[in-house]
C-alpha cells in the first residue's frame, strides 16, 4: 500500500511565495521520480515540474520562479513557488513513479493554490 499526501497550499498574494511538499510512504523499494502537476478550473492538468536522479525539468510558464527537489531518502519532495501570479491559481497534485517488483504512478489528492492579484 502505498500513500502520496501533499500539502502546504493555500491563499497568497500576487508576488509572494508557497511552498508545497509531497510525501510518499508504505511500501516500496524506492521513489524514482516526482513530478507537480497542476489543474486549474476548466483547463486540461499540465506539468509544473518533474524530478528524477538525473534530470529535473519545468513548463515554460514555472521556469526561474519554482523549484522542484527531494530530500536525501528521496521519499519527500517539495515545489518551492515564488514570484506567484493569480495565473499559477489551480489545485497542485503530486504523482510518484513508486518502485517495487515494477514501477507504478500514484498521485495524491491535491491541494489548492490560490493567488490573489
Known amino acids: ?20 511538499t509531497c ?3 508504505g511500501s516500496f523499494v524506492s521513489v524514482n521520480a516526482m513530478a507537480w502537476y497542476r ?4 483547463k486540461q ?10 534530470n529535473t525539468r519545468y513548463a515554460d510558464s514555472v521556469k526561474g520562479r519554482f523549484t522542484i527537489s527531494r530530500d ?9 513557488m515564488n514570484s506567484l501570479k493569480p495565473e499559477d491559481t489551480a489545485v497542485y497534485y503530486c504523482n ?3 518502485q517495487s517488483t515494477v514501477v507504478f504512478s500514484y ?3 491535491g491541494t489548492q493554490v490560490t493567488v490573489s492579484s
Open 45 to 54: 492538468r499540465e506539468l509544473v515540474a518533474y524530478i528524477s536522479s538525473d
Open 72 to 80: 536525501t531518502a528521496k521519499t519527500t519532495g517539495y515545489l518551492q
Open 39 to 42: 489543474q486549474a478550473p476548466g
Open 96 to 98: 510518484a513513479k513508486v
Open 23 to 25: 510525501a510518499a510512504s
Open 1 to 20: 500500500q502505498v500513500k502520496v499526501v501533499e500539502s502546504g497550499g493555500g491563499l497568497v498574494q500576487a508576488g509572494g511565495s508557497l511552498r508545497l
Open 107 to 109: 498521485w495524491g489528492q
